[in-house]
């Protein structure tokens, strides 16, 4: 049977195809990769499943529409053709946001303003009404214009997925927890292997090791703005959540940790931690780098070490980098993975990365430096 929605899974640039592997992980075989997302198929309770399961997406999109809009009029018309009230209940308050890239409509408020009156004479020939109060459940419609091609989306999420409910409090230099979960997914770590981030910050790689560690959804503990679209059948994001209770697997035994320099990220990791519901699972400590030791192997040391954009002076910056490649020379079967902007990272670390790969931290174009240690036995 033909999935009924098209969902659009936005991303950051460059881990477009690890949410395409997060999806076909989770049963979505027909996906279609582009700049910055992913459009898939999928019916009403893929919202909810998406919206709780995806790690490393922005956001879910429900697309209603696209079509070529070089125009006005064109832009007004073919959105007041598109099926609203399929959608939009009567008392729905819609909205409108926009974006214009290369195209000839590029007044972005010009767009929006002529959506919304389309949206509303759409709705007027449906619901035989000439006024709507928009005081019932929020559908935020965006158009973006992209080389003449108006896409008309409803967002699913309200706030962004990487506002997972755990870090209301955070250091001045975070880790988006979308893009903290990208990296531990590129670096293929399993949670029967130590784990560790020696620049922990507020915590956010330990807290997403844990909960993939454990198969905890990312979403469970916050609230999503689709749930009260009249879209879903009663009890749809229920039978969403119980799933994603039923897969977790809280008696996984892990090895998680994070240390950093500074004694007050160490108590808000804590705190955050204690808000995850994972109190007592990681281990936090005060400690510098180059301290580091460890008796256990195979492991994965992952971080956001300081660099020139956000914190640190050079010759730290330099010296991190040293201590970094002497701790890879002695723990020779761990591998260790690091997002970083400083140019110089492999000339100070002392090698050339096994692997490298762009990545975009917020507007700060950094490269993921992926050293590979001694293999397991038996791991191939």
């Not at 759409?122 to 459940?137: I, L, N």
């Not at 559908?139 to 309200?158: C, P, R």
């Not at 981030?197 to 990312?218: K, V, W």
């Not at 723990?331 to 692997?355: C, L, M, P, Q």
């Amino acid at each position: 049977m033909a999935k009924s929605l098209i969902l659009t899974a936005t991303t950051a640039m460059g881990i477009e195809s690890v949410t395409a592997d997060e999806l076909r992980k989770l049963g979505f075989s027909d996906v279609t990769v582009e700049n910055g997302k992913i459009i898939f198929p999928a019916d009403p309770i893929d919202i909810c499943r998406t919206n709780l399961w995806l790690r490393t997406a922005d956001r879910i999109r429900l697309r209603i529409g696209e079509f070529k809009a070089l125009t006005f009029d064109e832009l007004f018309e073919q959105t007041k053709k598109l099926p609203w009230a399929d959608f939009l209940p009567k008392n729905a308050a819609f909205p409108v946001t926009g974006k214009s890239q290369k195209s000839r409509l590029h007044s972005v408020p010009d767009c929006q303003a002529i959506v919304k009156k389309a949206v509303v004479e759409s709705m007027k020939k449906r619901y035989h009404e000439e006024w709507f109060p928009e005081d019932g459940p929020v559908f935020k419609i965006q158009v973006a214009l992209n080389k003449d091609v108006a896409e008309l989306s409803i967002d699913t999420s309200g706030a962004g997925l990487h506002k997972r409910g755990y870090r209301k409090l955070h250091n001045l230099a975070p880790l988006k927890e979308t893009l903290a979960s990208a990296m531990i997914y590129l670096s293929r770590w399993t949670p029967d292997r130590p784990f560790t981030d020696p620049f922990c910050g507020s915590g956010t790689l330990p807290i997403e090791a844990a909960m993939i560690g454990q198969n905890i959804a990312p979403g469970f503990n916050r609230s999503f703005v689709s749930e009260d679209w009249p879209l879903f059948t009663a009890g749809e994001w229920d039978l969403a959540r119980n799933e994603a209770e039923d897969l977790a697997n809280y008696d996984q035994m892990l090895a998680v940790s994070g240390s950093d320099i500074d004694h007050q990220m160490i108590d808000l990791s804590e705190h955050n931690a204690m808000e995850a519901g994972l109190s007592g699972l990681i281990s936090f400590k005060q400690m510098r780098v180059a301290d580091f030791t460890t008796k256990m192997e195979y492991g994965c040391m992952i971080g956001n070490p300081p660099y020139g954009e956000r914190m640190g002076s050079r010759k730290e910056i330099e010296q991190i980098c040293r201590d970094l490649g002497r701790l890879f020379k002695e723990n020779v079967t761990w591998s260790f993975y690091f997002i970083s902007s400083f140019e110089d990272f492999e000339s100070y670390f002392g090698r050339h990365a096994s692997k490298k790969r762009k990545l975009y931290n917020g507007r700060i174009r950094t490269d993921y430096y992926q050293y590979f240690g001694r293999k397991k036995p038996g791991n191939g």
